[in-house]
């Protein structure tokens, strides 16, 4: 196998850890289990949408790109502030 044929396979990897990431978030609020202002649901929100830029940069799909980068400075942002109520 090819170094860019490795490339590809570990890219559609972090792609599908991502979106499986975000779907565990939105699970977890939708029943209730963690609070939005958890550092599990913000996390998870956080790994999600970084992987999914790296997959999304990778095909070229730009729109994507723009949505995971906003969904990953609303998440750092919310973090950041939980964490300075929380003090």
Known sequence: MDAES???ILVDILGWVGSALILIAYFLISRHRVDSRSKVYQIFNLLGSFFLIGNTLYYQTYSVVA???IWLFIGISSLLRNQKASS
Do not use: G, I, R, V
Request: charged share 15%; net charge positive.
């Open 67 to 69: 949505l995971n980068t």
């Open 6 to 8: 490795l490339l590809k």
